[in-house]
């Protein structure tokens, strides 16, 4: 696949996108707005260490200075020290405090995180200055609250702290909430586009010209475009928006070596537009002034007699019951060179034999009438009738529509009907998306006819 084949599954899938990255968003977005900012402050105490040796020798004893520094933060962390500060705060209780030892110095650091901005610089001094100014007092109740166990280190008293620096102010700890919201949209986009493709995979549906002839390994003949809701059935052929494609389709099938006169046109499923192709088509030729029989085989869904405005009171089912004479049975439609067979009336009991004897017959007695003879058969889903006729036609147009075909579908008609010997096939792709630049083209044609005193009507 080619980016612009990513990029066409991006653009057809981009409601799935765009539900999945807001939801998504939405989410992460709702659960960073619970999220509660903090604010923290720092204040430093330094401990001075306890030097030894003589005048002329002095060293320092690391040992002893990092069981100091610990033991000095196990006490001010301690319970008594702690309800002593929630008392100086005038607090119901004590407050959430920090206490690290700073690598390889001789740092204490006090911290506190608070929601309440204001909070934590006022405990973190209020606690170093309680430390330094107070501390005989604290040392006295934490060496009661011992009970008599004998501490980790001698702590005769506390004359060697001093307060280094005092918290003057507030920052913010945790994620920032800008940078987890960008990254949260960028999560939802990802998790769209992902979902996109999940979908298109899943969609056995079709939404290329290269893919159906991919799947049927078959020329496309034509391509027609999407339907307007203003313009009738029965009149595409006459506008310009849709005749190129017709005619497309006659130039093929007049271009054969081995011109084929008996034409089935048949469809993977139903709703594929097949019997609107069959009319059209038929008027297309008629246009050109070949004379054509087009013959509704479809008696389980038959819709031809309508594109036509024909009565469906006889037809195929009354010949083959021998309810009606063949001279009944023809019907002449508004075009002179276009005659037609509907399906006539439904009746599920008796239903033609389409590989008897009798349709063979009536084909190869319009043979002799007819230039063309076209035949609208049910989808193959529905019906065998398409198989059945095989042997009995020239050429077969298999008719697709794009966004709707189902591949498993296509793909089974055309195994079906390769147990017979194939005539020559085509696709025609009905429904092609391509509205805009149809437009574009007749939107250049009609300023081109204003200039020379011709307007070509757009439609």
Same mark, same amino acid.
């Given at each position: 696949m080619q980016?612009?084949?990513?990029?066409?599954?991006?653009?057809?899938? /981009?409601?799935?996108?765009?539900?999945?990255?807001?939801?998504a968003t939405g989410i992460i977005a709702f659960g960073v707005s619970q999220m509660t900012t903090k604010y923290a402050a720092t204040s430093t105490i330094r401990v001075e260490t306890v030097p030894v040796g003589g005048i002329d020798f002095t060293t320092f004893d690391i040992s002893y200075s990092e069981r100091l520094m610990n033991t000095y933060t196990d006490i001010f962390r301690s319970p008594v020290v702690m309800d002593q500060l929630a008392?100086?705060?005038?607090?119901?209780?004590?407050?959430?405090?920090?206490?690290?030892?700073?690598?390889?110095?001789?740092?204490?650091?006090?911290g506190s995180q608070e929601e309440n901005p204001d909070l934590p610089p006022v405990v973190v001094n209020t606690l170093a200055r309680l430390i330094v100014e107070d501390g005989e007092n604290l040392l006295s109740l934490w060496k009661d609250s011992l009970n008599g166990q004998t501490p980790p280190i001698d702590v005769e008293d506390l004359?060697?702290?001093?307060?280094?620096?005092?918290?003057?102010?507030?920052?913010t700890v945790g994620a920032n909430k800008r940078s987890l919201m960008a990254f949260g949209a960028l999560v939802g986009l990802l998790g769209g586009i992902g979902m996109a493709f999940v979908v298109e995979h899943l969609d056995q549906r079709i939404y290329s010209l290269q893919h159906f002839a991919r799947v049927t390994n078959l020329p496309i003949l034509s391509?027609?475009?999407?339907?307007?809701?203003?313009d009738?059935?029965?009149?595409?052929?006459?506008?310009?928006?849709?005749?190129?494609?017709?005619?497309?389709?006659?130039?093929?099938?007049? /271009?054969?070596? !081995?011109?084929?006169?008996?034409?089935?046109?048949?469809?993977?499923?139903?709703?594929?537009?097949?019997?609107?192709?069959?009319?059209?088509?038929?008027?297309?030729?008629?246009?050109?002034?070949e004379r054509v029989m087009v013959?509704?085989?479809?008696?389980?869904?038959?819709?031809?007699?309508?594109?036509?405005?024909?009565?469906?009171?006889?037809?195929?089912?009354?010949?083959?019951?021998?309810?009606?004479?063949?001279?009944?049975?023809?019907?002449?439609?508004?075009r002179p060179q276009v005659t037609a067979i509907t399906s006539g009336p439904l009746n599920y009991t008796q239903m033609p034999e389409f590989d008897s004897p009798a349709i063979a017959a009536l084909i190869n007695q319009l043979r002799g009438n007819f230039d063309f003879i076209l035949l609208d058969t049910p989808p193959t889903a529905i019906?065998?009738?398409?198989?059945?006729?095989?042997?009995?036609?020239?050429?077969?147009?298999?008719?697709?529509?794009?966004?709707?075909?189902?591949? !498993?579908?296509l793909r089974l008609m055309m195994e079906e009907l390769s147990y017979t010997e194939l005539p020559s096939m085509g696709i025609v792709v009905n429904a092609i998306g391509q509205k805009s630049r149809y437009r574009k083209y007749y939107k250049l044609a009609n300023k081109m006819a204003r200039n020379s005193g011709f307007m070509v009507k757009q439609t």
């Open positions: 980016l612009n084949d990513y990029l066409a599954i991006l653009w057809r899938r /981009r409601f799935v996108l765009a539900v999945t990255a807001i939801v008392v100086e705060l005038d607090m119901d209780e004590p407050p959430d405090v920090t206490i690290d030892v700073v690598k390889d110095t001789e740092l204490l650091i006090i004359d060697r702290l001093s307060i280094l620096q005092l918290a003057e102010g507030t920052f391509e027609i475009p999407k339907k307007d809701y203003r009738s059935d029965t009149t595409l052929f006459a506008k310009p928006r849709y005749s190129e494609g017709f005619r497309r389709i006659k130039a093929v099938i007049k /271009r054969e070596d !081995d011109q084929p006169q008996v034409i089935m046109l048949t469809s993977p499923e139903p709703g594929e537009g097949k019997s609107t192709i069959a009319a059209n088509l038929a008027l297309s030729l008629a246009q050109s002034g013959i509704d085989m479809d008696t389980y869904r038959p819709s031809l007699h309508k594109f036509l405005a024909l009565p469906n009171d006889r037809g195929l089912s009354t010949l083959m019951l021998r309810k009606t004479r063949f001279a009944e049975t023809i019907q002449k439609t508004t019906a065998s009738t398409a198989k059945t006729l095989m042997p009995l036609v020239d050429s077969v147009i298999v008719v697709v529509r794009m966004g709707q075909t189902n591949e !498993d579908s």
